[in-house]
């Protein structure tokens, strides 16, 4: 179950991703009203705000693994926290009329959700004297161990199948908006629910179930 929540994890991450890089602007423009330069301009605060906060919760996610000793808060706990904090500001976001605070509020949200990247990947960290590390490994090294990337480029071809529906599947969602003159807070709703559902799957994820490595273990470097 904890490989296969795993997996899943990471196509509903890859599919919430995918709505910035391509039905976003279209969906300011017919929401909102918005020329296409002010929607691309809006369309870049997430963006930002996921690139920098996937910087900053690197840190995030070690730290709480050395302070606390905590496997699942380190990993699971936290991403599973960010995508539901995602998935809440996209359901907030259709209570407001004003785009720029719309988008402000969801650029909020990928900010929180950003803490799901290094939470999935490896990472380390200094600790210590000089030239001494810990390793920090993160959830693919966690549950992969020596198979590591094997597991991790399943799991990359599961979040393109994410990437590719994505695109897909909104597009038919906006043409059935505009043929039966629906609300546009249906997109948003959806994107509420794949964040959350992504979030839902962490819980289900034992980082310490397949582990080959121990984390906790200083390493030295030649």
Request: with cysteine.
């Amino acid at each position: 179950m904890t490989i296969w929540a795993f997996l899943v994890q990471s196509v509903f991450r890859a599919y919430a991703y995918e709505f910035f890089t391509t039905w976003c602007p279209a969906f300011l423009e017919k929401a909102y009203g918005l020329s296409k330069v002010e929607a691309a301009s809006l369309t870049t605060l997430p963006l930002w705000t996921l690139g920098l906060g996937s910087l900053v919760s690197g840190y995030v996610v070690d730290v709480v693994w050395i302070r606390t000793g905590n496997r699942w808060l380190s990993r699971s706990g936290l991403a599973c926290g960010g995508l539901a904090a995602c998935g809440g500001c996209f359901a907030l976001a259709t209570q407001l009329d004003n785009p720029r605070w719309v988008m402000a509020l969801i650029a909020a949200g990928a900010l929180a959700a950003s803490v799901s990247g290094p939470a999935t990947w490896a990472t380390t960290m200094a600790r210590g004297p000089p030239r001494a590390l810990v390793a920090t490994w993160a959830t693919t090294m966690d549950l992969g161990g020596p198979r590591a990337a094997v597991l991790a480029g399943v799991m990359n071809m599961l979040g393109n199948v994410g990437a590719y529906l994505c695109p897909k599947q909104i597009g038919q969602l906006f043409n059935h908006i505009e043929v039966t003159e629906g609300s546009w807070d249906l997109v948003l709703w959806v994107f509420a629910g794949v964040n959350l559902v992504g979030g839902a799957a962490w819980l289900l994820v034992n980082p310490s179930a397949g582990s080959r490595l121990d984390p906790g273990e200083p390493k030295t470097a030649p």
